[in-house]
């Protein structure tokens, strides 16, 4: 008993290092902006959950320790660059920003800004989050209208589903009313209800993400044409770190499926720290050798395997479908092999981009204007 508690412990530890070696690396430094990938930002009132938010997604904190989480008093900077596509920063905001405070550069902030997700607690009363909200989004689109705004309905574990969607009905109409009273009514807001305690976080969180991708358009594609030559139901492709599904075919998404999917995960990574790593500890979770396979009671069969380092395809087949199995991995290799080729010319991009702005920085004119480098 001891001993199986022990090698569960370990097990447990090795999977926090490997979740530490793959998620967020910087810490405070990082200035963010197009090279370093889109920054999203997590703001709204005190107390509303976003550092919560921002633990449970990308840190593996479990729900319950976010009780003991202190208020944040400055921009916290994390870099998630634990995937080929899932590359960004999330800056968390303390409750109280002051726009009026001349230190609060908010232009250089929303200038470099992909996603303002707001947090609105459903469980509190909420005007002054939505006046909040406005003035927020207000200033955002006035410096970049091409901000994605999101905004978390937050803590709906403790709402009844009733209250779920009437709340949820209210806060659209009274932020969009407030919105075409001002004559913004161009501004686009998205809403999800949203709960640390089960997986609408990750499901809503996927969603911010999947609009800063620009190869979306192209993984939906292959998705598509994947499953429609496989028989197979449906395809999610996940960041196995954060859970974050980064693409999905064009059929419609259930809670549930989703819901398995992240289940299926986490126990692959569990098993394989139990029992898949060398005797000394060493050798990772995850890697080219991955894959899982498992027969639900509804003839549906729940099918993982590796697609990169950092990423997983999950798909659901009929028993009989996958009774061509052959089929399914043949065209599954192929559709790796597309997938790594799309990763290949982002990395370019990303170099080059990252080449280009090196080159202008050093371009720069010194103050008495001699420039660094020879022109
Ligand atoms: N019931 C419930 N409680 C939550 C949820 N998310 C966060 N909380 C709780 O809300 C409280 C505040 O969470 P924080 O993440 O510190 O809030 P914050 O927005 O970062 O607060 P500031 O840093 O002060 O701006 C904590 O006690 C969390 O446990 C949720 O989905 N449901
Ligand atoms: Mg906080």
Excluded at 28 to 33: F, I, L, M, Q, V
Excluded at 70 to 89: A, G, L, W
Excluded at 150 to 173: A, M, Y
Aim: glycine share 6%; aromatic share 10%.
């Amino acid at each position: 008993m001891e001993i199986a508690a022990k090698a569960c412990q370990n097990a447990e530890d090795l999977k926090d290092q490997w979740f530490v070696s793959h998620c967020g690396m910087v810490r405070g430094t990082s200035t963010g902006g197009p090279a370093g990938g889109p920054r999203i930002l997590l703001m709204g009132l005190r107390r509303s959950g976003k550092s919560s938010i921002q633990k449970v997604v990308f840190h593996k904190m479990s729900p319950n320790e976010t009780l003991f989480l202190e208020s944040t008093n400055k921009i916290y900077k994390d870099d998630i660059s634990n995937s080929s596509f899932v590359n960004f920063q999330i800056w968390d905001f303390p409750g109280q920003i002051d726009f009026f405070d001349p230190t609060f550069d908010y232009e250089m902030i929303f200038r470099g800004t992909g996603a303002l997700i707001f947090v609105i607690d459903s469980q509190d009363d909420y005007m002054e989050a939505l006046a909040r909200l406005h003035l927020t989004v207000t200033r955002a689109y006035k410096v970049n209208p091409d901000i994605n705004f999101e905004i978390f309905i937050h803590k709906v574990d403790g709402l009844s589903d009733d209250h779920k969607i009437e709340t949820q009905r209210d806060i659209h109409q009274r932020a969009n009313d407030d919105l075409a009273d001002a004559g913004l009514e161009k501004i686009h807001l998205s809403f999800y209800l949203t709960s640390i305690y089960d997986h609408s976080i990750f499901e809503a969180f996927s969603k911010v993400v999947q609009k800063l991708i620009p190869q979306l358009p192209t993984l939906e594609n292959l998705l598509n044409i994947f499953i429609s030559n496989s028989g197979i139901e449906k395809a999610f492709l996940f960041d196995v770190v954060s859970k974050i599904y980064i693409a999905t075919d064009s059929s419609p998404v259930d809670m549930q499926s989703y819901e398995l999917c992240c289940d299926m995960i986490d126990v692959v990574i569990d098993v394989s720290c139990i029992y898949g790593l060398k005797d000394d500890g060493t050798g990772t979770p995850y890697d080219k050798e991955s894959m899982a396979i498992i027969k639900l009671n509804n003839t549906t069969v729940l099918y993982l395997k590796e697609v990169t380092k950092f990423l997983a395809l999950v798909c659901f087949v009929r028993e009989e479908s996958f009774e061509r199995k052959g089929l399914i991995d043949y065209n599954f290799h192929c559709f790796r092999k597309a997938i790594q080729e799309v990763f290949e010319v982002r990395m370019k991009v990303v170099r080059s981009r990252k080449h280009q702005s090196h080159v202008q920085k050093n371009k720069r004119p010194t103050p008495n204007g001699t420039p660094r480098m020879p022109l």
